[in-house]
């Protein structure tokens, strides 16, 4: 019995082989995986292990199964979205320059040419990558930091943001009850919920049946949003150099736009 397509598949170095689910044309699907013997099972029967990246909603994945299963998505066209809605994210991707840019220093601690150039480098393969903030102003110093050492140089190598502020929404309060959430290529949703330091927690996929209300609340909000590049413009008081509650305190700091 053939197949009309493969619906999911998991990258490896034959596509011939690779794990991958398909539509039967004969209705319900074919599951290829790796065999695993079971003398328990009628002739007719075969079971066969699929990796977790395959289903991600029927797992909670840990982070590196979460990494290799988003890298594969960005290294295909196709869309995906990511809501954020907390004011303070504990990561260790920061690399200390949350500090640095409260401090006053002008330079971040990190390079991060090699993964802006790897934005582009989607984008320019079909890669739509939308990202959605969720805040309530007065902005607090970490968004500051976010914004302006983050989001203005992400967008100039192709990611698409938007903010949502709820001061001007107040229909949108609810979202800070969803927590962040990811939609992979308009199908799958991973929640990616963190403690209240802001440190990340497991991600744990969303189920099928939940999928369909994530996505639609995902493009209500995007709908209501701004546009990052008009929003921050708009808001010139929450640039590093203006704001007067950071420790730097008036030392000369860098400019917001850092074009």
Same mark, same amino acid.
């Given at each position: 019995?053939?197949?009309?397509?493969?619906?999911?598949?998991?990258?490896?170095?034959?596509? =011939?082989?690779?794990?991958?689910?398909?539509?039967?044309?004969?209705?319900?699907?074919?599951? !290829?995986?790796? =065999?695993?013997?079971?003398?328990?099972?009628?002739?007719?029967?075969?079971?066969?292990?699929?990796?977790?990246?395959?289903?991600?909603?029927?797992?909670? $994945?840990?982070?590196? !199964? #979460?990494? !290799?299963?988003?890298?594969?998505?960005?290294?295909?066209?196709?869309?995906?979205?990511?809501?954020?809605?907390?004011?303070?994210?504990?990561?260790?991707?920061?690399?200390?320059?949350?500090?640095?840019?409260?401090?006053?220093?002008?330079?971040? &601690?990190?390079?991060?040419?090699?993964?802006?150039? %790897?934005?582009?480098?989607? /984008?320019?393969?079909?890669?739509?990558?939308?990202?959605?903030?969720?805040?309530?102003?007065?902005?607090?110093?970490?968004?500051?930091?976010?914004?302006?050492?983050?989001?203005?140089?992400?967008?100039? /190598?192709?990611?698409?943001?938007?903010?949502?502020?709820? &001061?001007?929404?107040?229909?949108?309060?609810?979202? #800070?009850?969803?927590?962040?959430?990811?939609?992979?290529?308009?199908?799958?949703?991973?929640?990616?919920?963190?403690?209240?330091?802001?440190?990340?927690?497991?991600?744990?996929?969303?189920?099928?049946?939940?999928?369909?209300?994530?996505?639609?609340?995902?493009?209500?909000?995007?709908? $209501?949003?701004?546009?990052?590049? =008009?929003?921050? /413009? /708009?808001?010139?008081?929450?640039?590093?150099?203006?704001?007067?509650?950071?420790?730097?305190?008036?030392?000369?700091? %860098?400019?917001?736009?850092? !074009?």
């Amino acid at each position: 019995m053939g197949s009309n397509g493969i619906m999911r598949s998991v990258e490896c170095g034959d596509n =011939d082989d690779c794990p991958k689910i398909q539509r039967s044309e004969g209705g319900g699907f074919h599951v !290829t995986g790796t =065999d695993v013997p079971d003398d328990s099972l009628p002739p007719h029967e075969r079971k066969v292990w699929v990796p977790d990246e395959l289903l991600p909603e029927l797992v909670t $994945m840990d982070g590196p !199964t #979460f990494r !290799t299963y988003l890298d594969g998505h960005r290294d295909t066209p196709g869309n995906l979205f990511r809501m954020q809605t907390l004011d303070r994210y504990n990561v260790a991707s920061d690399g200390g320059d949350y500090e640095r840019y409260i401090g006053g220093t002008e330079e971040l &601690n990190r390079d991060r040419a090699p993964w802006l150039e %790897q934005m582009r480098a989607h /984008a320019a393969a079909g890669l739509v990558w939308r990202n959605l903030h969720v805040v309530r102003t007065p902005l607090m110093p970490y968004l500051s930091y976010q914004f302006e050492w983050g989001y203005v140089d992400n967008v100039q /190598a192709g990611q698409v943001i938007r903010v949502l502020d709820v &001061n001007d929404h107040p229909a949108a309060e609810g979202l #800070f009850a969803t927590a962040d959430f990811w939609v992979i290529k308009d199908r799958e949703v991973v929640r990616q919920p963190y403690d209240d330091e802001g440190r990340i927690l497991d991600r744990l996929g969303v189920s099928s049946s939940a999928a369909p209300a994530y996505i639609a609340l995902a493009e209500m909000a995007w709908a $209501m949003a701004t546009p990052f590049e =008009d929003w921050w /413009a /708009a808001h010139p008081e929450y640039y590093r150099v203006n704001r007067t509650d950071l420790a730097h305190s008036g030392t000369d700091a %860098q400019s917001a736009s850092r !074009t």
